[in-house]
């Protein structure tokens, strides 16, 4: 090599710009590298910079979750008295008179386009960044907000622009799936568990959060039921603003959401979506459900506004520790565990309606709460240890399959995110036809789901539990 040669080659290496360092932050809020698998970087930088970024997804995805939940009780509210014939003998607030079916018919849609939403809003952290798009989500929500405190003051609107009107609080279900798709690359793999499970936790919890203040709200500041939208309107707001300023973007989340299209070509992502039905499904339809359960099977809609917030409560409590567990002993076995336990606490609430017993019936609604939240913890874990499992038979061991499984399993926990709350949408439906053909009881409906939670314990063990199975122990 010419001397002219070795000096063009010099100019040229010192041209070429630094490697960039794990977790430095650069414009934009865009973090170019992240490694949270190598120890010394997670512990000296990147679990404080992933914990700042949780917390304040969680207070993104707390205040969506609220917003999708206001009907839950407002609908209680809103609900006619009527006599047998069907005659209406009292309205309820603000002049409505909506039956136990239209009830059950709104919730669903609420909880059925929040689940629907799931999909896009889980590929939009890919193509807009985890940060941005928290902003941005968390800015929609200002529609339902709005369009509830407008509606509910009208109460000769068609029940069909008021069910459109409640649909759009939707938007509060979809972004747990953007949150959940953007924490997992986030956090190692040993504490994705507990890191999931206290986002999905610190979300969940809007539900008991607005069950219990909305009744107290709608009761003050001379507005009525609009309370109920007003008083998260400027939450909402702040929710973007602590987004925008304190969560960051990365780089390795933001590609082409092609990843996320290929999870789906996996089984195991759509059986995993069915468990996920069975346990976030149970636990969103329920909190829909529960507190118009306890107004028109028992008719005790003060039991429906005061406590009906601790089945949601205890459901998000309970997540984390579910994650937790699974972290421990592996998905698997928490997650056939919790089946088997819903089974039972089904069968107890039955006995609790045939005896007519409102305390034995709330406290089995209860334990289900608790058992639906440890059960979606423990699914959720599993989801990260089967893609790993998949990255290592099907993966060629590069850093790029390694990457790119991971993606993999970030679309994955957003797509069965929207999968299963879909149960969210099937669940007030099938209470409502329930009580259509079988004499108003809700008994056939615990029953059928008892068997599905028989069926999915059983597809657990078959596929992740059994010895033998190649996905056994994750």
Same mark, same amino acid.
């Given at each position: ?174 972004? *747990? ?119 028109? &099977? *028992? ?50 609430? &039955? ?13 089995? *609604? ?59 949408? $099937? ?41 033998? $199975? ?5």
């Amino acid at each position: 090599m010419s001397v002219q040669d070795r000096e063009a080659s010099v100019v040229a290496a010192s041209a070429e710009p630094a490697p960039v360092a794990p977790g430095v932050v650069g414009r934009g809020r865009w973090i170019e590298r992240w490694t949270p698998e190598d120890e010394s970087f997670w512990t000296s930088a990147g679990k404080r910079i992933a914990l700042r970024n949780l917390i304040f997804s969680i207070v993104a995805e707390h205040i969506g979750f609220s917003i999708w939940m206001l009907w839950s009780i407002v609908v209680v509210r809103m609900y006619g008295t009527y006599d047998d014939a069907g005659v209406l003998i009292q309205a309820g607030a603000n002049g409505w008179a909506l039956t136990a079916e239209q009830g059950l018919t709104l919730l669903a849609v609420t909880s059925g386009v929040g689940a629907f939403l799931r999909v896009p809003y889980t590929f939009a952290v890919p193509i807009f960044g985890g940060r941005n798009w928290t902003v941005i989500s968390a800015l929609l929500l200002i529609i339902p907000t709005l369009g509830l405190a407008w509606v509910v003051g009208r109460p000769d609107t068609s029940f069909g622009v008021l069910v459109a009107i409640a649909a759009t609080a939707g938007f509060g279900g979809g972004n *747990f799936a953007s949150s959940m798709a953007n924490i997992t690359f986030f956090y190692p793999d040993k504490e994705k568990g507990w890191a999931l499970g206290l986002n999905a936790a610190g979300g969940n919890i809007g539900v008991a959060v607005a069950q219990k203040l909305v009744p107290v709200a709608i009761g003050i500041g001379g507005v009525g039921l609009a309370m109920a939208g007003l008083m998260y309107l400027p939450l909402a707001v702040v929710a973007a603003v602590l987004a925008f300023l304190f969560m960051d973007n990365l780089r390795e989340a933001k590609a082409d959401p092609k990843p996320t299209a290929r999870s789906l070509r996996h089984g195991h992502t759509w059986v995993m979506a069915f468990l996920y039905v069975g346990t976030f499904g149970s636990f969103i339809g329920y909190s829909a459900a529960f507190p118009t359960l306890l107004t028109v &099977v *028992f008719d005790r809609p003060d039991i429906a506004l005061g406590w009906g917030f601790l089945g949601a409560l205890l459901g998000s409590l309970a997540r984390p520790y579910g994650g937790k567990l699974a972290d421990r002993f592996g998905g698997s076995r928490i997650t056939i565990i919790a089946f088997v336990l819903m089974a039972g606490a089904g069968l107890l609430a &039955v006995e609790g309606i045939r005896q007519e017993s409102l305390g034995f019936f709330f406290v089995s *609604f209860l334990a289900l709460f608790l058992l639906t939240g440890i059960g979606n913890g423990s699914t959720y874990r599993m989801i990260p240890s089967i893609f790993n499992r998949l990255r290592d038979v099907k993966g060629d061991g590069s850093e790029a399959s390694v990457l790119d499984f991971k993606r993999q399993s970030a679309g994955a926990v957003g797509i069965i995110s929207a999968i299963g709350a879909f149960g969210g949408f $099937a669940i007030p439906f099938v209470y409502k036809y329930s009580r259509e053909w079988f004499d108003g009881s809700i008994v056939p409906a615990l029953q059928l789901y008892i068997g599905v939670f028989l069926v999915m314990a059983l597809l657990t063990w078959i596929l992740y539990v059994r010895k033998g $199975a190649r996905m056994a122990g994750v």
